[in-house]
């Protein structure tokens, strides 16, 4: 069970139970010298040489470039990099856990909160007065200064209108002004926590200026209406109808009365009250992987030599593009393991071993007694097809 009494470095010296009572999706929290002694993982060229990778998502912001804040979208060569004006431009590259072990090692530093609901870590590097404008996210972020300085300015919900500069590819806020108890500058090794919608304009103070942004997963409410609906129909009863009774509370024919309304609120209510369906929707959805389109399928052949490494002790890791979470259902008592959008049941008495491999990023399964269970070889399987598991080195 998670402990969320014990003063975490990562909060400066806060619980997460604290934080959880009096900042997550509350208010700002500025916390100073969180990351005290975080070794940079990539300097300012090895990001850019990242943005010229074809498989990696990158953007370029200038604020005064051809039009107002010109959006240019990677990948880029080393021409687009020579041609950047000397000051106010900035390197955006997503997903950045993904390529390199090192970040992927900072996001988990941040599993007080539910690992599902971690998205990915975008890096940014800026030149002086470097900016992307003034905005407000709808998920919640942790802003880690890695280099430089950068200032930022912070609007509550209620203290701005939601409306943009006109002709912009980007959402940039046309009216936000500044509140002086949320104005900060953060030096290297500075973390500041800001909940969904709250405004927020940084702007590079020097040239060495590199934020890591951990943003968390916030699906619409309007999607998971759609998904867990798309779910009921797929197995659809047909005898579930709109029957109301009637009350003799109409006072015309015409009339739809407020009992037929409730009738149905009742009705969709009693589809929609099933947590395992709901379950089903928000483990698939919140374990789709960022980019599957790069989740190349493994063989059938690829898949038994990579099971046969584990049996022989082989070390394993988690991928930063993996994405397990796991549900206990009730009835039957089972152990409902999701891993990039695909599920499987196995014994409630693995749920220690599933809990044991979110954990971890490196392992190796040596001490796994395969035959204790009989759900152990298949959970183990599905993880390797799902390619939550894969092999830290093939073998020679």
Same mark, same amino acid.
Request: one cysteine or more; hydrophobic letters at 30%.
């Given at each position: 069970?998670?402990?969320?009494?014990?003063?975490?470095?990562?909060?400066?010296?806060?619980?997460? =139970?604290t934080f959880l009572d009096e900042y997550w999706q509350k208010k700002p929290l500025l916390i100073r010298s969180g990351l005290p002694n975080f070794t940079l993982p990539l300097e300012a060229d090895e990001l850019a040489g990242m943005a010229i990778e074809e498989e990696v998502e990158s953007r370029i912001v200038i604020e005064k470039g051809q039009t107002p804040w010109q959006m240019l979208t990677g990948p880029f060569n080393e021409d687009t990099f020579s041609t950047l004006p000397e000051k106010e431009w900035t390197l955006l590259v997503q997903a950045v856990d993904h390529w390199v072990p090192e970040v992927q090692e900072l996001k988990e530093q941040f599993q007080f909160l539910p690992s599902w609901r971690l998205d990915d870590v975008m890096v940014s590097y800026a030149t002086e007065g470097g900016s992307v404008g003034p905005h407000y996210d709808q998920y919640d972020v942790f802003l880690v200064q890695a280099a430089g300085k950068r200032r930022w300015q912070v609007l509550a919900p209620d203290e701005y209108q939601d409306s943009s500069i006109p002709d912009v590819a980007l959402h940039i806020?046309?009216?936000?002004?500044?509140? =002086?108890?949320?104005?900060?500058?953060?030096?290297?090794?500075?973390i500041l926590y800001l909940p969904p919608n709250f405004a927020h304009n940084g702007r590079a103070l020097d040239d060495d200026c590199m934020t890591y942004s951990i943003g968390f997963r916030a699906p619409s409410l309007q999607d998971a209406l759609t998904g867990v609906r798309d779910i009921l129909c797929d197995t659809p009863n047909v005898k579930d109808r709109f029957s109301a009774p009637e009350t003799g509370k109409r006072q015309h024919s015409a009339e739809i009365h407020a009992d037929d309304i409730q009738y149905l609120k009742a009705q969709l209510e009693r589809l929609i009250n099933q947590p395992d369906t709901l379950a089903d929707w928000l483990g698939n959805t919140m374990s789709e992987t960022k980019y599957p389109e790069y989740l190349s399928p493994l063989s059938?052949?690829?898949?038994?030599?990579?099971?046969?490494?584990?049996?022989?002790? =082989?070390?394993?890791?988690?991928?930063?593009?993996?994405?397990?979470?796991?549900?206990? =259902?009730?009835?039957?008592s089972t152990c409902r393991v999701f891993c990039n959008s695909d599920s499987l049941d196995v014994d409630e008495s693995l749920t220690s071993l599933v809990q044991a491999i979110c954990d971890q990023v490196e392992f190796d399964f040596s001490a796994l007694d395969f035959s204790q269970h009989k759900d152990i070889v298949p959970l183990i399987q599905f993880l390797i097809r799902q390619q939550g598991l894969i092999e830290l080195t093939a073998p020679e």
């Open positions: 069970m998670m402990d969320l009494n014990t003063p975490l470095d990562i909060l400066g010296g806060m619980t997460a =139970q806020l046309d009216n936000f002004t500044v509140n =002086q108890d949320m104005d900060w500058e953060l030096e290297a090794g500075d059938s052949e690829e898949q038994e030599a990579t099971y046969q490494s584990a049996l022989n002790g =082989q070390t394993f890791i988690r991928p930063g593009d993996a994405r397990i979470c796991y549900y206990q =259902q009730k009835e039957p």
